[in-house]
C-alpha cells in the first residue's frame, strides 16, 4: 500500500501544500490578509480530508486532521494579530502531513494513538466549533469597534 499510494497525485500534493505551507511560513503570513487569507489557507486543508475520506478510507485519521484544521482556523481568528504570531508556532499542515505518512508507512503506534481518540477528537470538534462561532463574534465586533 506505501508505495501505491505515495505515487498518487493527491499524496503528493499535500506534500507540497505541507511543504510550501509551514516550511517557508506561508500560511501566517497569509493570515495577515484580513479575511481573505484565512480563507485561502482554510480551502489548502482540504486535499487532507480528501486523501484521508476517500484514499485511506479512515475516519479516525479524518477526525485528527480536521481536529489540527479547526485549531489553526481559530488560532486564525484571534484579533489583532494574536492568532498569526501563533499560526508561526503551529504547523498544522506539516502535523496533518505527519499523521497521513505514520499511516501511510503503517506505523502501528501512531495508528492505535489516532483510533484510541477518535471519540475524543468528535466531543473536541464539536467544541472548537464554538470557539470558532465565539470567536468569529468576537473578531467582527472588534473590527466594528476598531473603525467606528
Known sequence: MKKDVKSLKSYKLIESISKV??????????????????????????????????????????????CNMLIDFAMGLIPFWIGDILDFFNHSYVKNYALITGYVEGDEEMIRKVNRRAWWMVLFIAILCLLIWLLIKFAVWAWQWIWS
Do not use: E, Q, R, W
Open 21 to 66: 505551507m509551514d516550511k517557508y511560513y506561508i500560511d501566517p503570513l497569509l493570515g495577515l490578509v484580513p479575511t481573505i487569507g484565512d480563507a485561502v489557507s482554510s480551502i489548502l486543508t482540504l486535499p487532507y480530508l480528501y486523501f484521508s475520506v476517500f484514499k485511506l478510507h479512515s475516519i479516525p485519521l479524518t477526525l485528527a486532521l480536521l
